[in-house]
């Protein structure tokens, strides 16, 4: 392993919360469609889990999820879940140039679920029910510090990070005035991280100028 990417993993874990869990990986965009050069990167990511959460519920008549045509079927319940459990730093490193880009966001995560009728489930019904929450997180689009192909101005790549697989689960306790709080979130995020899952990291790069736009390469990355 390169001294470089040694350091590199090391001032990873030194810039944030200790208690941070950190992967890391590698990032070749070196020869995309074209022949385009768009950089090869050491990969941080960290996520900086609250040990506790306020679990936020919302319940609503909504379309159920297979209908094709909004109005064209009666409406059921949906009740919607939410956390936000901390944050999470990407950071990309140039291996060649004195060059990061860096993404910080909140680590929110997701599900619901749909009744049969416009009958709502109760919370306190759900939450005793096997309830996988969705942890993929779409970090954004970065400019690529590198010429774009001729005709475009710029490159850009959209990331998606997997850091616990496809789905997390959760312990609920409820408070004396009736909400929810996620106890124990960070042992519990902590213990489904997925370490050298090669599907940790998904991309999409392409080239830009106004509304144009050209596909140079997509894929999945590991990280450790």
């Known amino acids: 392993m390169p001294v470089k990417y040694i350091l590199f993993v090391f001032s990873i874990a030194a810039a944030f919360n200790a208690s941070a869990d950190v992967m890391s990986g590698y ?3 070196s020869n995309l469609w074209g022949k385009t050069d768009a950089g090869q990167y050491f990969v941080g990511l960290t996520l900086n889990v609250k040990n506790s959460a306020t679990l936020k519920v919302t319940q609503k008549l909504s379309g159920p999820p297979s209908e094709d045509q909004p109005g064209s079927e009666a409406q059921v319940c949906l009740t919607e879940f ?15 140039k004195n060059y990061a880009i860096q993404e910080t966001q909140n680590i929110s995560i997701y599900t619901s679920y749909y009744d049969q009728t416009e009958k709502c489930t109760s919370v306190d019904e759900l939450l005793q029910t096997n309830l996988g929450f969705m942890p993929y997180f779409n970090v ?21 990070v997997f850091p616990y697989g496809y789905h997390v689960n959760l312990k609920f306790e409820k408070n004396s005035d009736g909400s929810y709080t996620a106890v124990n979130l960070k042992s519990q995020l902590s ?3 997925k370490r050298g899952n ?25 990280l450790k």
Request: aromatic fraction near 12%; avoid cysteine.
């Open 82 to 96: 939410r956390v936000n459990a901390g944050q999470l730093t990407l950071i990309l490193t140039d291996t060649l």
């Open 27 to 29: 990032f070749n965009l």
């Open 191 to 193: 213990a489904q991280v």
């Open 140 to 160: 954004g689009t970065v400019t690529m510090n590198y010429p774009a192909p001729k005709d475009f101005d710029e490159i850009r790549t959209a990331i998606t």
């Open 198 to 222: 090669k599907e940790a990291l998904s991309y999409y790069t392409f080239a830009q100028k106004e509304n144009s736009t050209l596909s140079l390469g997509y894929g999945f990355i590991e």
